[in-house]
């Protein structure tokens, strides 16, 4: 399994072309181009501020600022887990016709919208500016959340993607289940809105909950993420990449027959 | 030494029928816990495949659709294990199973040079230094920056074989790309394969195009239905394989006729007149009263009518009409024309039209049989019912073929 996840290093160059090729051909030929990254989440952004914030007047001090902080990492995490799970499927020219290292898809499907959520970082600095937000110390985790978030989604990605080839009904449940999963995790509201008897149970139940909140804390709240959140938040990453990969493995040798 | 070497290697595949599970509904509507619901049909690919091709020989693998050729050159790739076996390369290895594999549409001819070199194995100092070899080759120089989907199909392919072919690996699969582009382009693609094999590289080449097969290769590898039937000097192979492919035509013109007869018992629209007699069947033979229905140029043909007169008739006047297979006719005669003239006929007998050298070019050809009163009215005509086969050696072009012989002479005639 190590030697496997060493091979991913070697095809770094291929990983980065394919990369490249995603991010080039997402935007290319359409006018605004690469300011959609921004438009995208801003858009949403106005959305949610207008229902939450005006119709059911939530008192929350620089709520546009804080929307950010979990809104784009979410969508990081659910725009991959939608490309991730299709990626063996979509790729299957290269599969069938190729030398190729599948694995690579899934990893090329979270990269790219890893480097469309960093893009979109300005974004969430300058709504923190706006809202006069002050940055703290805490936010030298951030990338620490971020190779959290990446182990985490790719595993998953792993996991779908394999399971995606032989049972299509996937790509449809996911939609389903991020819709649950995107209210159930507190990115429109603080995480205070949950009674205090259930926040374990979500927090547990939702590795989402803890990441999110994280973000939060060190972009929004100023402060160190809970120890215990986090420590969780680490140990469930690792072992679903460990599964997600397994599983993938196991699969592997059906791709080529199967797509 | 030895390039690929290959044992016993099998490949086994899950058979494609609606009983597949491939939605969760199946899952449940078919039942998580029967024990049939995850038992597939299994059809092997590659039965028990051994050969060995060695450095610098230039291999064919020909056979039918279906028998394994490019599940084997997959295997031979590594896009796919076998399920039993073994298989051994020694050599950097490249693949053109399809080109342009990975392209993307919106990107420019440049970029997806970089995209696809890389996907095919090369660094990118590799293909810099091949960029400007790769376009002429290609011949796209003015396209180069255009998106690929602007492309014409033939530009695509191209560009595709021109990256594929600039990986310079030490052995080159090919399968049945060399199709690609205009004549111009066939050429350089050949010239390129001709280099490669100079330069003592290694090729398996699969193809059904016999001609080039037996031109370009050292050594083929005939496959069918998944077996390994013969291996060595192409043209022994390449003759085993036509007369195994002939034989099938064979039985299949057979089967053919045997359906033609089926259809004469039903009322087919090919059919009518007065029935006062009938034709109740046709057969071809051949000189030996052998009855077959594919001929080699210049062999005889009896062609029988055998009636039933279903009361005694006067003058009955018998005809036949021979037709390519696109409608147009070769020949048309009948007993009146012919002077042959029948007293009468009753009950069952043959009539019997001896052809005594089918002059006919390689094809299928359509028979009408008739039988009819002198003034016209059918008793019973039958049209395009029956066909046959002509084949020949010589693959000249029309329909018929007169006894005819060249020669140089030095006077004026």
Known sequence: MFRSIFEVFRYRVLIQTLVLRELKSRYRGSFLGFLWSFLNPLFLMVVYTLVFSVYMRNPMEGYPAFLFCGLLPWLWFSTSIIHGAASIRDGGHLIKKVVFPAEILPVVAVLSNMINFLLSLPILFLFLLIFKIPISLSILLFPILLVIQFILTTGLTFFLSALNVHLKDIEQILNNLLMLAFFLTPILYPVTFIPEKYRDFFLILNPLFPLVTSYQDILFNGRLPNVIGLSYLVFISILVFFIGYSVFNKFRDTFAEEV | ?413
């Open chain 2, 1 to 413: 030494m030895v390039a690929i070497q290959i044992d016993k290697v099998s490949k086994k595949f899950r058979k494609y029928t609606n009983k597949e599970i491939s939605t969760i509904k199946d899952l449940f509507v078919r039942g998580i816990f029967r024990k049939d619901t995850f038992e597939t049909e299994i059809f092997w690919a590659l039965r028990d495949i051994s050969f060995a091709i060695p450095n610098g020989k230039m291999v064919g693998i020909i056979g039918s659709n279906g028998s394994g050729k490019s599940t084997l050159l997959k295997l031979l790739a590594g896009i796919m294990g076998p399920t039993t076996g073994n298989i051994r390369i020694n050599g950097r290895i490249s693949a053109l199973i399809e080109l342009g594999a990975g392209f993307h549409p919106e990107l420019s001819g440049r970029e997806n040079i970089f995209i696809n070199g890389i996907i095919l194995g090369l660094s990118k100092k590799e293909i810099q230094d091949r960029f400007n070899n790769i376009v002429k080759f290609a011949g796209l120089e003015d396209f180069i920056d255009s998106p690929v989907k602007t492309y014409s199909s033939g530009m695509y392919m191209r560009l595709g074989f021109a990256i594929a072919i600039n990986v310079d690996p030490d052995i080159l699969l090919i399968d049945e790309i060399l199709a690609v582009g205009d004549e111009e382009f066939q050429h350089k693609c050949l010239n390129k394969i001709n280099e490669f094999k100079r330069r003592g590289k290694t090729l398996v080449f699969v193809s059904h195009d016999l001609g080039s097969v037996e031109r370009l290769c050292d050594e083929v590898i005939w496959l069918a239905n998944g077996v390994l039937k013969a291996s060595g000097l192409p043209r022994m192979v390449i003759d085993k394989y036509t007369d195994y492919v002939a034989s099938f035509e064979e039985e299949r013109a057979f089967e053919n006729h045997q359906r033609a007869l089926d259809e004469l018992r039903k009322d087919s629209p090919n059919r009518w007149g007065t029935k006062e007699v009938e034709i109740t069947g046709v057969k071809l033979t051949d000189g030996n009263k052998k009855e077959k229905y594919l001929f080699e140029y210049g062999e005889p043909i009896k062609i029988v009518l055998n009636y039933k007169a279903n009361k005694r008739i006067e003058d009955p006047v018998f005809g036949i009409g021979i037709f390519r297979d696109d409608g147009v006719c070769v020949y048309g005669t009948n007993t009146a024309i012919d002077g042959f003239s029948i007293d009468a006929i009753e009950g069952i007998g043959n009539a019997v039209f001896s052809i005594e050298k089918a002059n006919l070019v390689e094809g299928s050809y359509l028979l009408d049989v008739a039988v009819h009163k002198r003034d016209g009215l059918p008793y019973d005509y039958q049209s395009r019912l029956y066909s046959f086969i002509i084949r020949s050696k010589v693959k000249d072009i029309g329909i018929y073929r007169p006894d005819h012989s060249w020669s140089m002479i030095s006077d004026e005639v």
